[in-house]
């Protein structure tokens, strides 16, 4: 699934991804060091708590959002079926009317 959304409209997004990392894995060990490290806010501090998560992401799997909105007051998870970790990307317009939503 995420194979065929980059074949797809999100065919950008390789290229991105294969530029951030040429010079080698510096930017991919920097984004693990930012999961295990302190975020500079409390998950109380989220005032729009909206979280969208593929089910099927095998990069990062939906316990993590699971947990994250477990541990954010008023939180809201919807979690997408059939989606992996780049085809939820699809769904930003519609993560973006709910919180203008839950904002309003």
Sequence with gaps: MDRAALEGSWAWFEEVVSAAIQDGPAALIDDDLANVSPWGLELAQVRVPVFMHGEQDRMVPCSHSQWLASHTPRAQLRL????????????????LD???????
Aim: charged share 15%.
């Design 80 to 95: 997408c079926s059939g989606d992996g970790h780049i085809p939820v990307f699809d769904s930003a317009e519609q993560a």
């Design 98 to 104: 709910w919180i203008s939503q839950k904002a309003g």
